[in-house]
C-alpha cells in the first residue's frame, strides 16, 4: 500500500472511531420494553422497568413524556459504589431513591427535569428506583423503609 492510502485508511478508522460511541448511545425515543419487575413499598406496588446493562442505565427514563403513577425505573449495579444520578434528556420530574441490597432505602433525592445536576447515593447502594416527583412524599416513604420484591428476597 502506498503511503497515501494508509493515511486515509488511517484517518476513516480514527473517524470511526471518534464517530462511533455517539451514534450508539444516540436514542430517538424512550426505551419501552425493559423486562419489568413487581415491587413493593408497604401495600403500594410498582411496576418497575429494569435497567441492567450499561446502555440501559445511561438512557434510563430519557425523552420519557410521562410515566403513570405506579410505574418506575429499577437501576441495578453489579456492586455496590456511590451511585449518582442526573435528569439530562430527561423532561420528567422524578425522584430517586437509592436502595441497598436488603430493600433498605438509604436516601432519597427530588431531581429537576434536563438538568445535569447530580444526586448521589448516601452511601454504596446496588439499585436505584426512579418514580415520578411525589410519589414516595405523598405515600409517607422514606429513608429507612424497606422495598420488597424479586431484587430484594435474597442474599447477593
Known amino acids: 500500500m502506498t503511503h497515501s492510502l494508509v493515511s486515509r485508511i488511517a484517518r476513516r478508522a480514527a473517524l470511526i472511531v ?18 419489568r419487575v413487581q415491587l413493593s413499598a408497604g401495600m403500594h406496588l410498582i411496576d418497575a422497568q429494569v435497567a441492567l446493562t450499561p446502555e440501559q442505565r445511561q438512557i434510563g427514563l430519557m425523552f420519557r413524556k410521562d410515566m403513570p403513577q405506579q410505574e418506575g425505573m429499577l437501576f441495578v449495579f453489579e456492586q455496590a459504589a456511590k451511585q449518582c444520578f442526573w435528569m439530562k434528556n430527561t423532561p420528567l420530574s422524578l425522584t430517586a431513591a437509592f436502595v441497598a441490597d436488603d430493600g433498605t432505602i438509604v436516601n432519597l433525592a427530588d431531581m429537576k427535569p434536563l438538568t445535569t445536576d447530580a444526586h448521589c447515593s448516601a452511601r454504596p447502594v446496588r439499585y436505584v428506583l426512579e418514580m415520578n416527583q411525589g410519589w414516595f412524599a405523598k405515600r409517607g416513604i422514606k429513608a429507612g423503609v424497606k422495598l420488597g420484591g424479586p431484587p430484594f428476597d435474597g442474599k447477593r
Open 18 to 35: 471518534f464517530v462511533l460511541p455517539f451514534y450508539a448511545s444516540a436514542q430517538e425515543g424512550p426505551q419501552l420494553n425493559l423486562q
